[in-house]
């Protein structure tokens, strides 16, 4: 069983950074792929970044190319997303989600262990 908590959301202007972290613990928790999602208001839960179970491969949806990223540190057994540029639009629940794989996938039914959710809030 894999346990996950997120932390580092909170309220900021458009512009201004944030960095999520998500504490994993429960068994080979170093090798289990993790990624993070986002839901708005009235939207479905979307893809937003993920990382293999090395670290060694991301993935992130077109929007937040070039300003998140997401990154491991598995001797401390926390996943990292460094969010900057930050748009009203990035408004958003934050979950972290494992998988029991070491390969990353973008749909959120692929992943069975989830967070409770980070609260982001990005001003005009």
């Known amino acids: 069983q894999v346990q996950l908590v997120e932390s580092g959301g909170g309220l900021v202007q458009a512009g201004g950074s944030l960095r999520l972290a998500c504490a994993a613990s429960?068994?080979?928790?170093?090798?289990?792929?993790m990624a993070w999602f986002r839901q708005a208001p009235g939207k479905e839960r979307e893809f937003v970044a993920a990382v293999t179970g090395s670290g060694g491969i991301t993935s992130y949806v077109d929007s937040v190319k070039g300003r998140f990223t997401v990154s491991r540190d598995n001797a401390k057994n926390s996943v990292y997303l460094q969010m900057s540029s930050l748009k009203p639009e990035d408004t958003a629940v934050y979950y972290c989600?494992?998988?029991?794989?070491?390969?990353?996938?973008?749909?959120?039914?692929?992943?069975?262990?989830w967070g409770q959710g980070t609260q982001v809030t990005v001003s005009s």
């Open positions: 989600a494992a998988r029991r794989t070491t390969y990353i996938s973008q749909h959120p039914a692929d992943y069975g262990y």
């Open positions: 429960g068994r080979s928790v170093s090798m289990v792929a």
